[in-house]
Nanobody, 124 residues
Framework: QVQVVESGGGLVQAGGSLRLSCVAS?????MGWFRQISGKEREFVAA????????YYAGSVKGRFAISGDNAKNTVYLQMNGVGSEDTADYYC????????????????????WGQGTQVTVSS
């Protein structure tokens, strides 16, 4: 199974920017990010499908966050701009080695590799 390891979390002021990084140990077809706000279920943030470069975003981050990466390096990034207190959460990198289309890419059930999470705290 492919392992994914994320980094880059930390403390950021409201309105500021932060970039998360994630490296996979092997080939993936899709990589992305979920987050979990304390006391709530994990929610989809963004994903990128390497073939074609299609990107997907949650409505709450669209226009503020940008996902990008390098398929050859099995690396994905999440550029977070204009962060607010609502973005405080643990962020999890995810990877998918084979997509059969059973679950939407916005569903946690679609992914077979999960990182340990990196904490992002937005201060006001």
């Amino acid at each position: 199974q492919v392992q994914v390891v994320e980094s880059g979390g930390g403390l950021v002021q409201a309105g500021g920017s932060l970039r998360l990084s994630c490296v996979a140990s092997g080939r993936t077809v899709v990589m992305g990010w979920f987050r979990q706000i304390s006391g709530k279920e994990r929610e989809f943030v963004a994903a990128i499908k390497w073939s074609g470069g299609n990107t997907y975003y949650a409505g709450s981050v669209k226009g503020r966050f940008a996902i990008s990466g390098d398929n050859a390096k099995n690396t994905v990034y999440l550029q977070m701009n204009g962060v607010g207190s609502e973005d405080t959460a643990d962020y999890y990198c995810v990877g998918l080695t084979f997509y059969n289309g059973v679950y939407a890419l916005t569903s946690a059930l679609a992914y077979d590799s999960w990182g340990q999470g990196t904490q992002v705290t937005v201060s006001s």
